[in-house]
Every structure is written in C-alpha cells, then in structure tokens.
C-alpha cells in the first residue's frame, strides 16, 4: 500500500500554495541567455548594506565556529535604548517572519482564527493556515478609495470574535504601499479585544515620510496585546542574512522566547544589525534614494496614463491596464525582474521595487517596449 502523505498533513498545510519568491538573478540570466538584468523585486534596498554593518559582519566571519548568543544581548540591548523599552520586551527574529510564525505557532491553533487584509503580506495565510488555524479575510478599500486595495480597519474589527487571537496589520502594508493614519490606527487598537494580539508589521516604518504614518511603539504601554514587528531586511539592505525582531509587552516577549529556536539567529547578522543601527547616514541615504526613485516611478506612470497604488513604501504597484503576468515575462526577457501580483488578487498590477535612477529608467524603457509590442 501506498500512503499518501500530502494527505496525512494538517487541512490547513494542504490548503497552502508555497510562497513565491522572486527569480535569482543568476538563475534567470542563465534561463534567458541575457546579462546585466536589474532585479527590482523583492524590496530589497538598490544601496545594499551600509559600510558599517558590512565591516561588522565581515569581523564575524573567523568567528563562525561557535554559535552565536542565542540571548542576542548586545543586540536587544541597542535596540531597546533605540525604542525607549527595556530589553525583555525584545524578540529577535530570522527575518520578521520568523516573529510572525512564532506568534502564530505559540498563539494560534486549531479553532481558533487570525483576522487579515485581502491584498496583505503573503506570509500571514501561511503562518496561520500552518498551525491548522482558520484565516479570516476582510475585504479591503475599493479602486476608488485614496488609498486603493489598502486595509479597510472597520471590515477588519468586524471579523474579530472570541476565537480570534490575532490580528496582523501591515502599515504601509506591501504589495499595496498603502498606510494607515495615526488615528485610525489608535482607533483600530482600541477596539481589538484584550486577547487578541494586535501585530502591527512595520517592515517599511523607516521609508513612510508622510505626515500622520505613526510609530506604532509608543502604544505598547497602552496596549498590552500590541506586537510591533520591524526588520533589517529592507531599510538597512541585510535581506541575505535574516535579520528582524517583534517589540511586545513582556508578557507574550516572553512566550515567543519560548517557542523560538535556542540559536535563530546567526552571529553575522546579530552583528551586522548592531552595526546598522549606528548607520543613520545609510539610512537617510536610502531614504532619500527612495524618495527620487518612487517620484521617478510615478512621474514615468502619469506621462503614460498608467494607474498605481499610491506607496509610502519602497515599491510601486502599477496597474498595467492588462492582465500583468504576460508583461511580467516580456520584462524577464529584457532582463528586468519585477513582481506579478495575481496572487495577492491584484491580476492587473506588476509591483516593482524602486531602484536607484538607471534601474528605474531600466523598468521604464523595457516597460515601453513591451507595452508597445
Ligand atoms: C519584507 C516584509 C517583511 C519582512 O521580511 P523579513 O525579511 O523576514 O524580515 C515583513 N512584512 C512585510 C509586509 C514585508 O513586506
């Protein structure tokens, strides 16, 4: 007898469909015959890491015989003289995905639900279908909304009932770019019952410029249920070393230092993300190369009369007018990689993550092209 072991996992296991990642660039030059492509797909910082977080990980290297300090110490320790909380209110994280696993897998489960966006992060299905827990989708703002495909907070608290034990809201949320304002956010938390978790993503905090975007961490007091998860994938450019951490009451800190792997993560990227934190030139540099490239990107979209998701982010999504997947291959043959985001329920619209001047114009003459053709 054969046994079918796709069928001996959890429902919920065998409901997932594998989260996509954008194209290596080896691979697809390799595929394609073609060289010098620009990957402009997966918010990955143009600039990469900052000099100092480099230095620092590269003097980690002789080091990599020992395992690292599975406390992180000198680690949390920056980082809570960087957000103003003590240290115990710290979880490190292999990427900020890792926090968001961890919440699901110490929090959720069978009977229980998580309350998300449609068009949201592609990892909250995963986490909370992973542990066999039900996903409960809102519907989000409407084409016609300012913030188009963003979260829509009141679908959002309606979802929410006594199983529900998380809630994750991303802001800005990515593949969208849209955000959430200072006061709908306080608002939102307000209502979200003292047992279910309230994780606000911030994987992008450090790009949104606009007046009114809130630094959800000076609620934590407030709201003892609030997780704020960030990372040094994106801003700080150390994607490749899975760095990012959630900031908690003490309380649920405690619980996902609980279900965490003793060493999650490594002594290179410990390092490197101290570094990083020192690094405000680097930031300000990214920041400011972001802010060109999103003006660059929109402008580019205004003269051709193509729509986009206004994105306090580091990317744009763009509406190609047609289905975007046919497009999405016609720019991989021009050497430029983007991302289609049918799967985010967004079948017309290609996210691209804003470059440096050259990559963008890259995108944008490949983009005529193909369009024209
Ligand atoms: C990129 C991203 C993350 C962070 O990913 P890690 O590399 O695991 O830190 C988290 N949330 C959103 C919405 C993202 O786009």
């Keep these: 007898m054969i046994c079918d072991y796709r069928a001996l996992a959890l429902a919920g296991v065998q409901n997932l469909t594998p989260y996509q990642p954008g194209k290596p660039i080896d691979e697809l030059e390799r595929e394609l015959g073609i060289r010098e492509s620009v990957k402009l797909a997966s918010n990955e910082n143009p600039l990469g890491p900052g000099v100092r977080a480099l230095d620092a990980a590269?003097?980690?290297?002789?080091?990599?015989?020992?395992?690292?300090?599975?406390?992180?110490?000198?680690?949390?320790?920056?980082?809570?003289?960087?957000?103003?909380?003590?240290?115990?209110?710290?979880?490190l994280g292999n990427g900020s995905n890792e926090i968001l696993e961890l919440i699901a897998r110490a929090f959720l489960a069978p009977g229980r639900n998580a309350v998300f966006s449609a068009h949201a992060f592609a990892v909250y299905p995963i986490v909370v279908q992973a542990v066999g827990a039900e996903a409960r989708v809102a519907v989000a703002n409407g084409p016609d909304h300012v913030l188009p495909w963003g979260h829509d907070l009141d679908a959002m608290a309606a979802l929410i009932d006594g199983d529900t034990r998380v809630v994750f809201v991303a802001n800005p949320n990515n593949p969208t770019g849209t955000w959430l304002d200072e006061a709908s956010v306080h608002a939102f938390l307000k209502r979200v019952p003292e047992d279910t978790l309230a994780v606000m993503d911030e994987a992008y905090f450090e790009y949104a410029e606009v007046d009114?975007?809130?630094?959800?961490?000076?609620?934590?007091?407030?709201?003892?249920?609030?997780?704020?998860?960030?990372?040094?994938?994106?801003?700080?450019?150390?994607?490749?070393?899975?760095?990012?951490?959630?900031?908690?009451?003490?309380?649920?800190?405690?619980?996902?230092?609980?279900?965490?792997?003793?060493?999650?993560?490594?002594?290179?990227?410990?390092?490197?993300?101290?570094?990083?934190?020192?690094?405000?030139?680097?930031?300000?540099?990214?920041v400011q190369v972001n802010r060109e490239g999103l003006r660059q990107l929109?402008?580019?979209?205004?003269?051709?009369?193509?729509?986009?998701?206004?994105?306090?982010?580091?990317?744009?999504?763009?509406?190609?007018?047609?289905?975007?997947?046919?497009?999405?291959?016609?720019?991989?043959?021009?050497?430029?990689?983007?991302?289609?985001?049918?799967?985010?329920?967004?079948?017309?619209?290609?996210?691209?993550?804003?470059?440096?001047?050259?990559?963008?114009?890259?995108?944008?003459d490949a983009l005529d092209k193909v369009l024209a053709s």
Excluded: M
């Design 58 to 91: 590269r003097a980690q290297l002789s080091g990599v015989a020992l395992y690292p300090d599975g406390n992180g110490f000198a680690l949390k320790r920056r980082l809570a003289e960087y957000l103003n909380v003590d240290a115990t209110r710290i979880t």
């Design 212 to 286: 009114g975007y809130p630094d959800a961490t000076r609620w934590l007091d407030a709201f003892p249920n609030l997780i704020v998860t960030r990372t040094f994938s994106k801003i700080h450019g150390l994607a490749g070393l899975r760095i990012g951490y959630g900031v908690s009451g003490e309380a649920v800190a405690d619980i996902l230092n609980r279900v965490r792997q003793p060493f999650n993560t490594n002594s290179l990227a410990q390092a490197a993300a101290l570094a990083a934190l020192d690094d405000a030139d680097h930031v300000r540099r990214s």
């Design 298 to 364: 929109t402008a580019a979209c205004g003269q051709r009369g193509l729509g986009f998701i206004p994105s306090v982010g580091n990317f744009l999504s763009i509406d190609v007018g047609r289905e975007a997947a046919p497009v999405y291959e016609a720019l991989l043959r021009q050497g430029v990689i983007v991302r289609p985001i049918a799967g985010y329920g967004l079948p017309n619209h290609l996210r691209v993550t804003v470059g440096r001047e050259h990559e963008n114009r890259r995108f944008i």
